[in-house]
Nanobody, 124 residues
Framework: QLQLVESGGGLVQSGGSLRLSCAAP????????IGWFRQAPGKEREEVSC????????NYSDSVKGRFTISRDNAKNTVYLQMNSLRPEDTAVYYC?????????????????WGQGTQVAVSS
């Protein structure tokens, strides 16, 4: 069964960087598009970025475009989210999720497996 595990969260000052990782121990991810989402307290879950199964066509929300970069290493069975120029408004729990398709879809129901999340906190 596909289970995703996020890591790399933490506390960082405004302007700092973090790199999140999403892995699936024992289960190949190379057939799935992977999305990164975040949810701040009192707010709805927001899609941050998505990448298709072969590493192409990344997309980003307007709020992170130019600051975050999604990538994947299928040989390592891991998807990354490099977050630069972090702002206090980026504070949230970050989740990765695997889509039922090889390409990214705006339909949230396409994401069939979710990790437990990793906390990112950015201080001003």
């Amino acid at each position: 069964q596909l289970q995703l595990v996020e890591s790399g969260g933490g506390l960082v000052q405004s302007g700092g960087s973090l790199r999140l990782s999403c892995a699936a121990p024992g289960f190949p991810l190379d057939s799935y598009a992977i999305g990164w989402f975040r949810q701040a307290p009192g707010k709805e879950r927001e899609e941050v970025s998505c990448i298709n199964s072969y590493g192409g066509s990344p997309n980003y929300s307007d709020s992170v475009k130019g600051r975050f970069t999604i990538s994947r290493d299928n040989a390592k069975n891991t998807v990354y989210l490099q977050m630069n120029s972090l702002r206090p408004e980026d504070t949230a729990v970050y989740y990765c999720a695997a889509a039922r398709r090889y390409y990214c879809s705006p339909d949230l129901s396409d994401f069939i497996s979710w990790g437990q999340g990793t906390q990112v906190a950015v201080s001003s």
